[in-house]
C-alpha cells in the first residue's frame, strides 16, 4: 500500500489532454513540494516534474505540475503515443523522515 | 556526461548478505546526498535509504531498518549498500540515485540503471 494515491490507470486519444492525480496528506504533500516520475518499459524512472510544477532540462512544456492543499496533477497536453508508460508521483514525509511514492498510473494512448 | 551505474546485483538465499554499489561520474559527488531507491517486480517505487553528502547522516525506510547499511567513498565517488538478513519480500530491482546539493530534498533527478537483487532458496 503505497502513501500517495494514485489511480492504477488512465488514457486518452492523441492529442488529447490528460491528468493524473496523486493524493497524499497533511504531513506529504500538504508540507512539501511534489515531484513527477516517468518510467518507460525495462527503464529507470526519469525525473518529469520536481518542485511541484518544474520541468527539468529536455523535458518538454507538453508535461506539467500543480498542486493545491494534499493533492497534485500531472498534466500531459498533445498526447503522443510515446507517452504510453508508468508515472508515479512522489514528495517527502514528514511523519516517515523519508520520501514517499504514489503506486503509480499506467498511461494507455487509445 | 552524469552517470551513475550499479553493480552487484545477484540471486541470494533468505537470511544472507549482498553489498551493492554504485559508480558516479560526471558530476562532483561529494556534494551532493544520495538515496537507494527500489522496485519491486511489477510494483511501485519505494526509499530505502540515503546518506549525506559527508557520510556523516544516513536515513532507512522502515522495512530495512536495522538490516540495512548505506555507506560512501566520495574519493572513489562510489556508493554503497550492505544487506543483510535478506528476506524474499526484498527482491526488488534496486537504484542509486542522486538527491539534492548540500540539502535532503527526496527529489531524484539522476538514475543508475538499476541492479536486481533476487532473494530465493
Known amino acids: 500500500q503505497s502513501v500517495l494515491t494514485q489511480p492504477p490507470s488512465a488514457s486518452g486519444t492523441p492529442g488529447q489532454r490528460v491528468t493524473i492525480s496523486c493524493s497524499g496528506t497533511?504531513?506529504?504533500?500538504?508540507?512539501?513540494?511534489v515531484n513527477w516520475y516517468q518510467q518507460l518499459p525495462g527503464t529507470a524512472p526519469k525525473l518529469l516534474i520536481y518542485d511541484n510544477n518544474q520541468r527539468p532540462s529536455g523535458v518538454p512544456d507538453r508535461f506539467s505540475g500543480s498542486k493545491s492543499g494534499t493533492s497534485a496533477s500531472l498534466a500531459i497536453s498533445g498526447l503522443q503515443s510515446e507517452d504510453e508508460t508508468d508515472y508515479y508521483c512522489g514528495a517527502w514525509d514528514d511523519s516517515l523522515n523519508g520520501p514517499v511514492f504514489g503506486g503509480g498510473t499506467k498511461l494507455t494512448v487509445l | 556526461e552524469v552517470q551513475l551505474v550499479e553493480s552487484g546485483g545477484r540471486l541470494v538465499q533468505p537470511g544472507g548478505s549482498l553489498r551493492l554499489s554504485c559508480a558516479a561520474s560526471?558530476?562532483?559527488?561529494?556534494?551532493?546526498?544520495m538515496t537507494w531507491v527500489r522496485q519491486a517486480p511489477g510494483k511501485g517505487l519505494e526509499w530505502v535509504a540515503n546518506?549525506?553528502?559527508?557520510?556523516?547522516?544516513?536515513y532507512y525506510g522502515d522495512s530495512v531498518k536495522g538490516r540495512f547499511t548505506v555507506s560512501r567513498d566520495n574519493a572513489k565517488k562510489s556508493l554503497f549498500l550492505q544487506m543483510n538478513s535478506l528476506r524474499a519480500d526484498d527482491t526488488a530491482v534496486y537504484y542509486c540515485?542522486?538527491?539534492?546539493?548540500?540539502?535532503?530534498?527526496?527529489?531524484?533527478?539522476?538514475w543508475g540503471q538499476g541492479t536486481m537483487v533476487t532473494v530465493s532458496s
Open positions: 546518506i549525506k553528502h559527508d557520510g556523516s547522516v544516513a
Open positions: 540515485t542522486r538527491d539534492g546539493k548540500w540539502e535532503l530534498l527526496g527529489a531524484f533527478d539522476v
Open positions: 497533511s504531513s506529504n504533500i500538504g508540507s512539501h513540494t
Open positions: 560526471g558530476f562532483t559527488f561529494s556534494m551532493y546526498w
